[in-house]
């Protein structure tokens, strides 16, 4: 007879086995895709306080007459200030939902959400740190798993915790995401959100409160947006929803449709009145895409 011990060391080395199979891929898809996204030689390049030269602009009315680059000014009949680059590191906290109904897929093909979340996360990650900001990576619960780090051992040991994560998916939940954030921050949050608008409002009030600067990323399998079935259909939840038989799932479709649509709609809404932005990505999409208009986002609330 297998011992409990016994059987969960079993279990344990299969997971981590599983892990590591995974990890090369992540890694390889995560680094293709942070290489499309052009950041020039420095990712932080936006005005502030620091040494190096970043650019010259006009003079406005509210500037100080100390701000003005003569030796620039004297070139034109314009005045200009010398603006630096912005070198102090800034903090991004990634969440990415993998708890079982993100492992959904309707083509052999195309790869789970969970698997397109994490690589647009770590992705996303290559590209902050390589531009000298920092991660926090927050676990399911929405609260963080380590402190907020930078270099190559915040992208290893956030991609060993995805592998992780994705080899053993989590039990589903609702984050509350109620842990000390800091304020003034920039979060990431990707996920399919498909829970009611209300359940979400409340477990993004957090960010509100503490002025964070949220970027939503709303990942579907496309089949999930259009319900391209036909005839007698069962379908299981992967959260122990339990089942349900459409006797005509053609008939269902624009119902379908309709409400699918609506939730996205009050997903943006939601997202626009704390003034934070919203992107859907499907998994049959090039991630490349949505990960340059994030990243863009994300530089422009941090300017």
């Not at 609702?174 to 800091?182: D, E, Q, R, Y």
Request: neutral net charge.
């Amino acid at each position: 007879m297998t011992t409990a011990p016994a059987q969960r060391r079993r279990d344990l080395e299969h997971l981590a086995e599983s892990a590591a199979a995974r990890l090369p891929g992540l890694l390889v898809a995560a680094h293709r895709i942070a290489a499309t996204v052009t950041l020039g030689s420095h990712g932080r390049r936006r005005p502030g306080m620091g040494e190096s030269f970043w650019q010259f602009r006009p003079y406005a009315p509210d500037d100080t007459p100390q701000a003005i680059d003569w030796r620039q000014s004297a070139k034109s009949d314009a005045l200009f200030i010398r603006e630096r680059e912005w070198t102090a590191a800034q903090t991004v906290a990634l969440w990415c939902d993998l708890s079982p109904s993100m492992h959904f897929r309707s083509q052999k093909n195309w790869p789970t959400k969970a698997e397109r979340a994490a690589v647009l996360a770590l992705a996303l990650g290559i590209i902050l740190i390589e531009g000298g900001e920092k991660i926090l990576r927050l676990a399911a619960d929405g609260t963080p798993i380590m402190a907020a780090t930078a270099g190559r051992l915040a992208l290893s040991q956030m991609a060993d915790r995805l592998a992780r994560d994705l080899a053993e998916p989590g039990n589903a939940g609702n984050p509350a995401f109620n842990s000390a954030l800091p304020r003034h921050g920039t979060t990431v949050l990707i996920g399919d959100f498909l829970q009611p608008l209300d359940r979400l409002a409340s477990a993004l009030a957090a960010f509100a409160e503490r002025n964070q600067s949220v970027h939503l990323v709303q990942v579907l399998d496309p089949a999930e947006e259009t319900l391209p079935f036909s005839g007698r259909v069962r379908f299981e939840g992967m959260e122990n929803e339990g089942g349900l038989v459409i006797d005509r799932t053609e008939a269902a479709r624009t119902d379908y449709v309709e409400r699918i649509t609506a939730h996205r709609d009050g997903l943006r809404a939601l997202a626009a009145a704390h003034g934070w932005s919203f992107a859907a990505h499907h998994t049959d999409m090039p991630a490349n895409l949505t990960l340059v208009a994030l990243h863009r986002a994300i530089g422009e609330r941090q300017r």
